[in-house]
């Protein structure tokens, strides 16, 4: 991607005012989305981006700069230029480049650069057209089709050389239900940190028709209760409660600051006995792996509690300094225009022993969180509120009838040592995440669990 003694020269000139680590960051990254709206392609974007950036440390003090020009010259200067932000004496120190192999290798059979934008579309017409010919209540279906594969190169004064070349693709359906005075939507979709092969494994049709399924239930749907109740949350999308309220609260960019509810926790109980977590960036082909974080630091499996016990943290290079820890391989960045902090790569609840039946039969009165939708969290103090997209009423032990307007409100702290019951179903989705390092591909899952209560927040027509 670029040549090694330009590598060296930018390094060297990076540390010429004092600085005692330097590093550099390349990317290369083709990508294509596609919109379809009713079966006909409103966008079709494809392009290419490549940038340089260039990180100093001095102590617990950082300075970034980026170009996307790749000369000697212009990055020499570029190096320079952050480095006279630090403005003391030269520390002389001398490294070797040393290239870095790969321990876990995510394989990419089919690259979608490869295909044509035809067969593409092809395959997103199949999806669209699935979702409408469930019903003539189904006004409307968007399908969004995206892929990119972005090609890395670190290397910084500690020797390090690690190239990493990530392929991920992502398909989603959405559709509309509506009658004379009702309008519900349903979403479906599947990622991965695969190529076109993925098409091979996933349904799309079956996409479609899981987005009109849901928009045609929630047409049917009553006003949602307000109050605290029992809570059986479903496996894959119920994972976006754990990211949100608890994973980011789990990230060394929050810890090291004392930002966190968990901060100065390690060892201690914060969640019931049932629960274990893990963030793991090396699971084969999963929507939030790689080979190497984005300091060149091989992924790992990192686990973050244990049986209710706070095992760990997600930890960069600079906040390890910050925090006196080890790094973790957890450092992310959207691109070359960012600098890279700790983030989470594929964070999920681990399996049970809870069978999901008995978990619904144990409830008198509550409510089944089939899916989520979207939602806010302060990771300061873990607050949050989620929207139910699809939701059920629970009675006398029985899923019901179908409600929506349902707001789950708490904290994370609280819901980790609310949680009673945890299945043995075990399902994964994906998302993006956004933070200070932007938008980047995450991965979240759980299997269902069970909260003994939450605050509810409902319609005023339940």
Request: with cysteine; aromatic share 6%; proline share 3%.
């Amino acid at each position: 991607m670029i040549d090694k003694r330009i590598v060296s020269d930018v390094l060297y000139a990076a540390l010429s005012t004092g600085g005692d680590f330097a590093e550099l960051f390349v990317e290369d990254r083709m990508n294509t989305s596609i919109e379809m709206i009713q079966n006909k392609v409103e966008k079709a974007l494809s392009g290419r981006d490549f940038g340089i950036g260039i990180r100093i440390f001095k102590g617990l003090n950082s300075v970034y700069t980026y170009t996307n020009n790749a000369s000697r010259d212009v990055l020499v200067k570029a190096a320079r230029d952050a480095a006279a932000a630090l403005n003391e004496v030269p520390t002389g120190m001398r490294f070797d480049l040393v290239m870095r192999k790969p321990e876990v290798v995510h394989p990419v059979l089919i690259r979608p650069e490869n295909v044509s934008k035809s067969d593409k579309v092809a395959l997103m017409r199949r999806g669209s057209l699935a979702a409408q010919r469930q019903s003539e209540l189904i006004k409307q279906v968007v399908v969004n089709y995206m892929d990119y594969r972005q090609r890395v190169l670190i290397a910084n004064t500690e020797g390090v050389w690690a190239e990493d070349d990530r392929t991920k693709t992502r398909y989603v359906v959405s559709a509309v239900a509506e009658t004379e005075n009702k309008l519900e939507s349903g979403r479906a979709g599947k990622g991965a940190g695969k190529g076109f092969e993925l098409y091979d494994e996933v349904d799309v049709e079956g996409l479609g028709k899981e987005a009109s399924r849901m928009a045609l239930v929630m047409l049917d749907a009553s006003g949602a209760p307000s109050g605290r109740f029992p809570v059986v949350i479903d496996n894959r999308f119920g994972g976006v409660i754990f990211h949100e309220a608890c994973g980011h609260g789990l990230e060394a960019t929050a810890v090291a600051k004392g930002n966190s509810v968990f901060a100065g926790k390690l060892g201690e109980t914060i969640a019931s006995s049932c629960v274990s977590a893990v963030d793991d960036g090396t699971i084969i082909g999963e929507w939030g792996s790689a080979s190497f974080d984005d300091e060149g630091t091989p992924t790992k499996r990192n686990l973050l509690i244990e049986n209710g016990v706070l095992k760990g943290y997600m930890i960069d290079k600079l906040n390890a300094r910050r925090m006196n820890m080890p790094i973790t391989g957890s450092s992310r960045r959207q691109s070359y225009q960012y600098a890279p902090t700790s983030r989470m790569t594929n964070t999920y609840i681990l399996n049970g022993t809870d069978r999901f039946e008995d978990m619904i039969a144990s409830v008198p009165y509550g409510l089944y969180a089939k899916n989520l939708g979207g939602g806010s969290v302060n990771p300061a103090t873990g607050e949050f509120n989620f929207s139910v997209q699809e939701g059920y009423l629970i009675e006398d032990g029985r899923i019901t009838k179908p409600v929506k307007g349902a707001t789950l409100i708490g904290t994370g702290l609280e819901i980790l040592q609310k949680i009673e019951q945890v299945g043995t179903n075990f399902g994964a989705s994906e998302g993006m995440c956004g933070s200070v390092s932007g938008s980047i591909p995450a991965g979240l899952g759980q299997p269902a669990i069970k909260v003994a209560d939450i605050t509810i927040g409902g319609r005023e027509d339940a």
